[in-house]
């Protein structure tokens, strides 16, 4: 039989929360409780006595629209498992997809396992679906998000003040009239990359709704999105500011099929430097993310939390900050005649 939570707290009389708690080592759970919780969780086998020696990286997808689109997770994945390895641990590859027939099956499946340590790729996560991880008595990292209003340790990418350097440097550039090309799935990194464009965009006086565009996460999908926008000869701005390379990439692209320069015409500055960027012409402008040096973070904080079997309660997030990457896709505006 599978011990689980539910299990543990019909045979000590304690709630889920208070023995998640003990077996986390969380303030606030009086030392002989947590010790009867300990001692029942050792004996009917939900926790192990022996190290943890494998971290479980468990991908997340909900649209699937953005985690399967782009090159940038194949880097990641990469960099966890390469670290893990050099720390000594094995690592395995663990697939949630929120609308498959066996979800819950698999979600609670993932959640009786105490044998190994979760890293969480959470960039398509929503805050709604995240609170059933805090309840695990393992240790666990957030990779690529926060919440606002759930505690977990987390390693991601600083988007906000990002998107506010790539806005900046294009006003740097002279340009006023700045469009937003908007993916329409919108994972929280986008919703954050979307507020640090329209802070500044206020700052400065200038209107941040005019020229939004709402696009498909792939490239393809950017491509046709804007094939008909500029098809329909509507009103463009002398500069774009992108979600991420996939989409403006695809964007680029339908903007030279119909007849604008870039720069020239039009600047794009995209999000992430995927390896595309280069192989385009001309080449993207971007905020790089450093991908690699990512997974190399949450592995180390994962294993630290593993070595001491968990913290002193405190749940901590660590951001790296990304570069700005000037290539060819964005230069001054032409000179209004």
């Known amino acids: 039989m599978k011990v689980s939570l539910k299990t543990i707290s019909e045979i000590t009389g304690f709630s889920q929360a208070t023995i998640s708690n003990a077996l986390h080592n969380k303030r606030g759970v009086n030392p002989k409780t947590a010790e009867q919780i300990l001692k029942v969780a050792q004996e009917y086998g939900y926790i192990q006595e022996k190290r943890?020696?494998?971290?479980?990286v468990v991908t997340y997808r909900d649209s699937g629209g953005v985690f399967s689109d782009t090159p940038f997770f194949s880097i990641l994945m990469e960099s966890v498992e390469n670290e893990?390895?050099?720390?000594g641990y094995t690592t395995s590859i663990y697939n949630l997809y929120r609308h498959s027939e066996d979800y819950q099956e698999r979600l609670q499946s993932l959640l009786e396992?105490?044998?190994s340590?979760?890293?969480?790729?959470?960039?398509e996560l929503q805050e709604e679906d995240a609170a059933v991880f805090q309840d695990w008595p393992g240790e666990l990292l957030l990779l690529d998000t926060k919440f606002d209003h759930l505690a977990f340790n987390a390693v991601l990418m600083?988007?906000?003040?990002s998107s506010r350097q790539a806005t900046e440097y294009l006003i740097g550039k002279g340009h006023r009239?700045?469009?937003?090309?908007?993916?329409?799935v919108r994972i929280l990194n986008f919703v954050r990359r979307c507020r640090g464009f329209q802070q500044v965009m206020q700052e400065n006086g200038l209107d941040g709704d005019e020229f939004v565009i709402t696009v498909g996460p792939s490239i393809v999908d950017s491509y046709k999105a804007m094939q008909e926008y500029v098809a329909a000869k509507k009103p463009l701005p002398t500069a774009f500011f992108a979600d991420n390379d996939m989409i403006a990439l695809g964007a680029m692209k339908a903007l030279q099929e119909g007849g604008y320069k870039v720069p020239e015409d039009i600047s794009i500055i995209g999000f992430d430097d995927i390896p595309f960027c280069e192989a385009f012409n001309p080449g993207l402008?971007?905020?790089k993310v450093h991908n690699k040096e990512l997974g190399e973070v949450a592995v180390h904080m994962?294993?630290?939390?593993?070595?001491n079997n968990g913290n002193d309660g405190l749940c901590r997030c660590t951001e790296i900050y990304n570069e700005l990457i000037e290539r060819g896709s964005v230069a001054s505006p032409k000179a209004e005649k």
């Open 285 to 287: 402008t971007t905020m």
């Open 117 to 123: 340590a979760i890293l969480l790729i959470g960039t």
């Open 158 to 161: 600083n988007n906000e003040s």
């Open 302 to 307: 994962l294993v630290e939390l593993i070595d």
């Open 177 to 184: 009239k700045i469009g937003y090309l908007k993916g329409s």
């Open 52 to 56: 943890i020696t494998n971290i479980k």
């Open 84 to 87: 893990a390895h050099k720390c």
């Open 113 to 115: 396992d105490t044998n």
